[in-house]
């Protein structure tokens, strides 16, 4: 999809986020050669303290 999304224009920002739980360094450089330009990892534990306002 990154490499299709590349190829129709090279203006596109192309960015995604994830949890990163099943991402290895190997898929995260293949995604950022593919074109990627930005990855957002974030952890959404269920074991983080929660604060309440």
Same mark, same amino acid.
């Given at each position: 999809?990154?490499?299709? *999304? @590349?190829?129709?224009? *090279? @203006?596109?920002?192309? #960015? !995604?986020?994830?949890?990163?739980?099943?991402?290895?360094? %190997?898929?995260? &450089?293949?995604?950022? %050669? *593919?074109?990627? &330009?930005? !990855?957002?990892?974030? #952890?959404? +534990?269920? &074991? +983080?303290?929660? !604060?309440?306002?």
């Amino acid at each position: 999809m990154i490499k299709y *999304a @590349r190829s129709k224009s *090279a @203006r596109f920002f192309l #960015d !995604i986020t994830t949890n990163g739980m099943n991402l290895s360094s %190997n898929q995260l &450089d293949e995604l950022l %050669n *593919a074109g990627l &330009d930005n !990855i957002n990892i974030n #952890d959404y +534990r269920n &074991d +983080r303290e929660k !604060i309440s306002c």
